[in-house]
């Protein structure tokens, strides 16, 4: 049977595995050798190889293959797969399982993943008869790319991959695959869009990560150019939008750019794409958000009123859904540049302050580190981030030129998520230069993986930034319980540079920024591994600007040096 299951994953386009074996699913992965065609990469541990098909699945736009076996080799792939929930990014997950005929019976290594991942998946089905398997794959590797996209989960029990079938079926399983699709936009809805966006005074266009998943960029710039609108993007929202054009603002939220929070606060209608307005990216829902008229357009109709009740609610693809909106605007509607302008200079502000206080920070200050490394990788590197402070600069300071470019853990915020997802990422575009941003606390959870950088040579860029802290939880506890430092820091262990040189990678501990630009560069340029370790002061490492936890977005903490820059626009 899994021989079956096999051919039909090569047919269907699936080439790259990631996983860990064991005895519930080595049927599987021998199935995979006899049939050939897989690269098949072993990972040191499951929730890596999760991470890694996350972001295989966020570059390729379409699923890699994790395989694991039953009980804690499914168990450990169950964060990476609310990850790749949460981010709406494709996988196809396997799990073995213990023979059908002592299911209930607390069998070695039985756990009931079907009950398990339910709530996490788009699609989880357990194989019961042979003649299921090759329409249950189908069907989860279907549906992990229909609509919006999302992990899917197969589980296989051991004795039903041995037998043999002659099956005759296959084709998907019967389910309702409509509730999937994304249905026409509707052009009366279209029509009461239009009106409002022209009838604004102070338009806004919200990005989230739905605009790259349909790729329609190139909308949200031409109906941004039309009403002089400023774009800004949630967390993974920065990977559908370049940076570099004048009307993009960046990401806004709790640690969004200044000029991005006062953006979205002071808008009076909104247009939000593909996003489903985290707390994280608007602080609170009430009573502000209530006072502004949005426009929500998303595939999911379960996000539309979810969060921020619309006053136009849009269930379609949103490039098609932009491209009838652009139909019913003006070629040029308005060329008002007060609001924009008032924009930009929040943002040279912030810039002024924030190169003062880089002057104070030594040896190296994180926007710093990150302004060098941008101008030192090509354009089209492929970037992943870590969870933690490292992550907010990032978010802030890092530049996407190029949609897709942007691998972060937004959702559930996952640590670890980085070393895994730059690995993931190298598989899926060997010829592009990879970079891992991590934190000395995230980097520790996964940098297992290492190992499969020269087993497999997929050489990636990793930069820990290292301040021996849980920094970002530091923050809270610095300004939100009253400096009582509990359980955030670490000690000197372990030595970053050892653990690269222990993995055959090269490792080095820059003094400076020339030293740090002069190994990143022949990285870059001889398409080697490195690591990275920047030392940072944690006692002066914290994150601005920063909305605290329930606050609106005009409350946000700025750099010193901006004691009299208001968030508030007064016309």
């Known amino acids: 049977m899994v021989d079956q299951v096999a051919k039909t994953l090569r047919e269907m386009g699936a080439t790259d595995v990631f996983g860990v074996t064991g005895g519930s699913i080595m049927a599987f992965y021998d199935a995979m050798e006899v049939v050939g065609g897989f690269n098949i990469y072993m990972f040191r541990h499951e929730q890596g190889a999760a991470h890694a098909a996350d972001a295989y699945g966020r570059v390729k736009k379409r699923p890699a293959i994790v395989a694991v076996t039953s009980g804690p080799g499914a168990t450990n792939i169950v964060t990476g797969v609310a990850n790749a929930y949460m981010d709406s990014s494709p996988a196809l997950f396997i799990t073995g399982q213990v023979p059908t005929t002592v299911f209930g019976r607390d069998a070695f290594q039985e756990t009931d993943m079907v009950g398990v991942v339910a709530p996490i998946t788009k699609f989880v089905y357990q194989i019961r008869r042979p003649e299921e398997a090759v329409p249950a794959i189908k069907t989860a590797y279907k549906l992990a790319i229909m609509g919006r996209p999302g992990p899917t989960l197969v589980d296989f029990p051991r004795d039903v991959q041995l037998r043999r079938c002659d099956c005759t079926s296959d084709g998907l399983l019967p389910l309702n695959y409509e509730k999937f699709k994304a249905p026409d936009p509707d052009p009366r809805l279209i029509e009461e869009a239009a009106r409002l966006l ?60 200044a000029e991005a929070d006062a953006a979205l606060a002071n808008a009076d209608v909104i247009l939000a794409v593909g996003t489903r307005f985290s707390d994280r990216t608007v602080g609170r829902f009430e009573p502000e958000l209530k006072e502004k008229k ?42 008002d540049t007060k609001f924009v302008d008032w924009l930009l200079y929040i943002r040279r502000r912030y810039e002024d302050a924030m190169e003062k206080l880089a002057e104070r920070m030594k040896p190296f200050a994180p926007w710093k580190v990150l302004k060098l490394l941008r101008r030192i990788v090509p354009r089209d590197t492929i970037t992943a981030t870590g969870v933690g402070s490292h992550q907010m600069w990032s978010e802030i300071h890092w530049d996407v030129y190029i949609p897709g470019t942007w691998l972060t853990s937004a959702g559930l915020g996952t640590m670890g998520f980085c070393v895994p997802a730059a690995i993931g990422a190298k598989i899926a575009a060997p010829e592009r230069t990879v970079l891992c941003i991590d934190g000395d606390g995230s980097f520790q959870m996964t940098m297992n993986n290492l ?84 030392m940072i002061d944690r006692e002066m490492d914290i994150v601005y600007p920063w909305v605290k936890p329930g606050e609106w977005l005009t409350n946000a903490l700025l750099p010193p040096g901006m004691e009299d820059v208001s968030l508030v626009y007064e016309e």
């Open 294 to 335: 949005i426009i929500h357009i998303d595939i999911d109709p379960s996000e539309i009123g979810k969060n921020v009740k619309p006053a136009v609610g849009i269930v379609a693809d949103a490039k098609k859904a932009l491209r009838m909106l652009i139909e019913k605007l003006p070629e040029v509607a308005r060329r």
């Open 198 to 257: 022209l009838s604004a005074r102070r338009p806004v266009i919200l990005v989230g990560g739905g605009v790259y998943w349909s790729g329609a960029w190139p909308e949200v710039i031409e109906i941004a150019e039309r009403l002089w609108a400023p774009i800004v993007t949630t967390l993974t929202g920065k990977n559908s939008v370049p940076a570099d054009h004048p009307l993009v603002m960046g990401p806004a939220g709790m640690h969004g750019r």
């Open 451 to 534: 190992a499969l950088v020269r087993d497999y040579n997929l050489p990636a860029i990793f930069v820990i930034f290292d301040n021996r802290a849980l920094m970002l939880v530091k923050q809270w506890q610095i300004f939100l319980y009253e400096r009582r430092i509990v359980a955030t820091h670490f000690t000197e262990r372990p030595d970053f540079v050892k653990v690269a040189e222990a993995y055959d990678i090269e490792g080095v501990r820059p003094a400076d920024y020339q030293e740090l630009e002069k190994w990143v560069r022949w990285a870059v340029r001889n398409n080697e591994p490195l690591v990275v370790d920047i």
